[in-house]
């Protein structure tokens, strides 16, 4: 299934999750408690085909909670009226996200009965300590062993990873990239910590316990962890949650929420390749660099930050961006104007 296919979303909020991880509160997350039905995925899909246009990929996507958690009668009656569309024709494929400790051969046999195409599985850290300390009630060898199962099964993997959490540090946020890395997913989503108002890290964050996640922290530790995924061709499908109207109007209480993060982190991974290019180069030089098709903005920053600080830190005379016409995004080349 293409990445870009049409997302049908069915959200399945915490329902039948017996586990409390300290950032989580799926109802605010979701903006919705009850229980998802068979009746929920039938008004997606014909919600999706009022307009989307004929020939549009559809992906139906239980989204949300630990779907392989919830007893095996719902999952069922959800998974069967997905099934029913898949067979006519109304959608392409099937996706559901879960927790690696919900994951077993009777689970896959199941999902694997009813159609599903894509397991999500909320890694989150390879690091005991930090999953620990967030709850996740899983280990770094819980994640290996489901990711294993789930491609000798034959589904496609997603694996989401979040930085951030209590305990963690960049160094352990870039080796769980490492780890997820060596499981060969078909593809990642990056979570850098979000503070939801009415979680156990909320209240952690007021009593001083936990040291907030910032924007900024969260822009520097996947400027890293981005260039690991991309030299592993392993694609990173989402970075940062999806903005809402219950986030945004106040259930975010701190951590890493912006709405344009991905954005911010591809311009900051931008920034440090120039730096390293630039690195040797003669103070007050002039300078031309050469970015993909598309990336002038990136490459410059918000309010062209990339391009004063580059010219500050290395003691240019100028410093101009030029882009090239084809669509090579990758490949920064440098050159010095005598
Ligand atoms: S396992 Fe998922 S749904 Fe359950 S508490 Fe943790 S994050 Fe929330």
Do not use: W
Request: hydrophobic letters at 40%; charged letters at 25%.
């Amino acid at each position: 299934m293409s990445a870009r296919a049409h997302i049908l979303p069915v959200f399945v909020p915490h329902l039948g999750c017996p586990h409390a991880c300290v950032f989580c509160n799926q109802r605010r997350i979701s903006g919705t408690q009850r229980l998802a039905t068979a009746e929920d995925v039938k008004n997606s899909i014909a919600q999706a085909a009022a307009f989307l246009p004929e020939g549009e990929k559809r992906q139906l996507a239980f989204y949300g909670g630990s779907f392989t958690a919830i007893p095996a009668r719902e999952q069922e009656a959800l998974l069967a009226a997905a099934k029913q569309a898949l067979d006519r024709g109304e959608i392409d494929a099937i996706r559901l996200s879960t927790r690696p400790d919900a994951i077993d051969d009777t689970v896959l046999r199941r999902l694997r009965f009813y159609g599903v195409e894509t397991v999500e599985l909320g890694a989150q850290s390879m690091d005991d300590t930090v999953l620990r300390l967030s709850g996740r009630g899983h280990t770094a060898a819980a994640v290996e062993r489901a990711s294993r199962q789930i491609k000798a099964a034959g589904f496609q993997l997603i694996l989401q990873m979040m930085t951030g959490l209590p305990g963690a540090t960049d160094e352990t946020d870039v080796e769980t990239a490492r780890r997820l890395i060596a499981l060969g997913p078909d593809g990642v989503r990056i979570y850098p910590t979000v503070i939801v108002k009415d979680t156990a890290l909320y209240e952690s964050f007021r009593a001083g316990t936990y040291r907030e996640h910032t924007v900024e922290d969260a822009v520097r530790v996947c400027a890293k962890i981005v260039p690991l995924f991309e030299a592993a061709g392993i694609p990173v499908i989402r970075l940062g949650l999806n903005p809402t109207e219950e986030l945004s109007g106040g259930a975010a209480a701190g951590g890493a929420y912006h709405p344009a993060l991905g954005e911010l982190v591809k311009s900051r991974v931008l920034l440090e390749k120039a730096r390293e290019l630039l690195e040797g180069v003669e103070p007050g030089s002039r300078v031309r660099l050469t970015v993909g098709r598309g990336r002038t903005s990136q490459m410059a920053g918000q309010h062209r930050e990339n391009l004063r600080r580059l010219r500050e830190e290395f003691g240019l005379a100028e410093i101009k961006i030029r882009e090239k016409s084809e669509a090579d995004g990758e490949n920064m080349s440098l050159s010095i104007e005598m």
